[in-house]
């Protein structure tokens, strides 16, 4: 057996004298002149090494492509595009010199931005005492058996270690100096929920998580299934309450903290009720059937309703969005502009878009086709759509994963350059990182014959209301 063949990639950065000011750390990627013809004459007819070039500096055309070209060489250029034409970087004409000498391009992203530092941040991976990992919802660590916890309001999973009183803890190894922690009343339950509450803050007033007293109304726990599809439910609010928390976002119990505009969850079986179970949202209480916990019965209603994507996560984002409309919302004008006038009568244009579906154009203007139906629907999948984008992409800055490709040959239909002028950078970077890791990410599922982990396609009209909605939370 042969091994199968390996290749080097040597990327370049800047050469010979900046002409611009370098950003932290870029002046450890600059070579001479001198240092990057060695490199060439070096690599030269080997096959098994590949150049590339990134953030799109002068010198690439200024100084490497001439000598690529005296040795017949060629490489990869990967652009950041937001940054040609300014000072020290390519022009438009430049990336044409580029592509006419037979040199191929690829993304690298829009403005360089460090999609690492965007804030705010939501962890996702996290450590243990003993260095292992573990994740999000975990109680106990398998490795050292430390019993662990989630602390909302600093988004962490924390190690733990008793402190005195019963049932009373704090972190390991805190000095005495942080907070004292007491388990959410949902601990001993099916959802064995692994938040604490912040003995001072919380915790006199109230028996349970800052996600479980969102909770108003139960199915019946005598019956084991009804169990199962709760816990089921009640992980996926915790991912989305996390979530809601960190972008800063209010998130009072109508139960405890807000009696009038506070949030409360009704889940309910529609299996075993009386009467059919809509989930749906109305002032602030969102009704969830957990029947869609269910995988087998929420499949079968995907597959009847025609939708590329349903998720129980998915729902309560949605619902969500409902909520929040009105929390957020304070120039209705500009969102009327966007989303269309949502004072049209809602049970006509659900009689409508049941009767006739969506408008075939609908992609160009809408994230999804249920979207097509309201406009406060359009809102919702868009809000939904917002926080599938930020927790996705802080997961997979938690893991380390970062995609930076394809090439632009290979990359789908969505344009390099479809982005809205009045995109903010923070938006705009967040697309950035968005765009390449949903391809690999779908390519991924491809591989294992599944299908597409995420199939939307974002037109530059659905772009706008993201950008709408990132700029109310951001200021929220
Ligand atoms: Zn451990
Ligand atoms: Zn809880
Ligand atoms: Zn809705």
């Known amino acids: 057996m042969t091994n199968p063949p390996s290749t080097v990639t040597l990327t370049v950065h800047g050469i010979g004298t900046p002409v611009r000011p370098l950003d932290p750390g ?4 600059w070579v001479t002149v001198k240092q990057f013809e060695d490199v060439l004459d070096a690599v030269a007819g080997r096959a098994d090494v590949r150049l590339t070039f990134d953030d799109a500096n002068a010198s690439d055309v200024e100084i490497a492509l001439p000598h690529l070209v005296k040795r017949g060489l060629t490489a990869q250029f990967f652009l950041p595009a937001g940054l040609l034409g300014r000072p020290g970087r390519l022009t438009d004409e430049n990336v044409r010199e580029l592509v006419d000498a037979g040199m191929t391009l690829g993304s690298h992203g829009w403005a360089h931005c460090d999609w690492r530092q965007l804030s705010p941040v939501v962890r996702r991976a996290f450590r243990c005492r003993c260095e292992r990992p573990v994740f999000f919802g975990n109680t106990r660590c398998l490795a050292c058996n430390a019993e662990l916890g989630y602390d909302a309001a600093r988004a962490t999973v ?3 270690e008793p402190s005195g009183a019963e049932g009373v803890w704090r972190r390991h190894g805190d000095d005495g100096s942080g907070p004292r922690y007491r388990r959410c009343g949902n601990f001993n339950s099916a959802v064995v929920c692994s938040w604490l509450l912040e003995i001072d803050a919380d915790a006199a007033r109230v028996e349970q998580c800052r996600s479980c007293r ?12 009804n169990q199962r599809l709760w816990a089921r439910v009640e992980r996926d609010k915790q991912r989305m309450v996390a979530s809601l928390i960190a972008l800063g976002l209010p998130v009072a119990a109508r139960s405890a903290e807000d009696a ?6 009704d889940l309910l079986r529609g299996s075993a009720a009386p009467e059919p179970v809509i989930t749906g949202h109305l002032n602030g209480v969102i009704t969830l059937d957990i029947d869609e916990a269910d995988d087998a019965r929420r499949e079968a209603i995907r597959e009847s309703m025609d939708e590329p994507y349903r998720t129980v996560l998915g729902h309560l984002r949605h619902e969500i969005g409902h909520y929040y409309q009105p929390i957020l919302v304070r120039d209705w004008d500009r969102c009327r502009e966007l989303f269309g006038d949502d004072r049209e009568d809602y049970q ?5 878009h049941y009767r006739e ?11 999804s086709a249920y979207a097509t139906m309201h406009p406060w629907e359009d ?7 917002y926080l599938h984008i930020r927790d996705v992409l802080q997961t997979a800055v938690a893991y380390g994963v970062s995609v930076s490709g394809p090439a632009l040959a290979a990359s789908d239909a969505t344009p390099l350059y479809s982005y809205p002028g009045a995109a903010p950078d923070d938006l705009r970077a967040m697309l950035d ?3 390449p890791l949903t391809y690999a990410l779908n390519a991924i599922n491809r591989s294992l014959g599944e299908s597409d982990l995420y199939p939307f396609v974002l037109a530059p009209a659905v772009i706008d209301k993201l950008v709408y909605i990132d700029g109310l939370i951001r200021s929220a």
């Open 357 to 367: 579906g969506p408008p075939a154009d609908w992609p160009q203007r809408h994230v």
């Open 379 to 385: 809102w919702a999948e868009t809000f939904a759509h």
């Open 26 to 29: 870029e002046d450890e990627v």
């Open 158 to 160: 924390c190690p733990l």
């Open 433 to 435: 990182a968005w765009f």
């Open 348 to 352: 006509a244009a659900l009689d409508r």
């Open 214 to 225: 969102l909770n108003r109304t139960l199915p019946d726990l005598s019956q084991p299934d």
């Open 260 to 265: 009038e505009r506070g949030l409360a969850f």
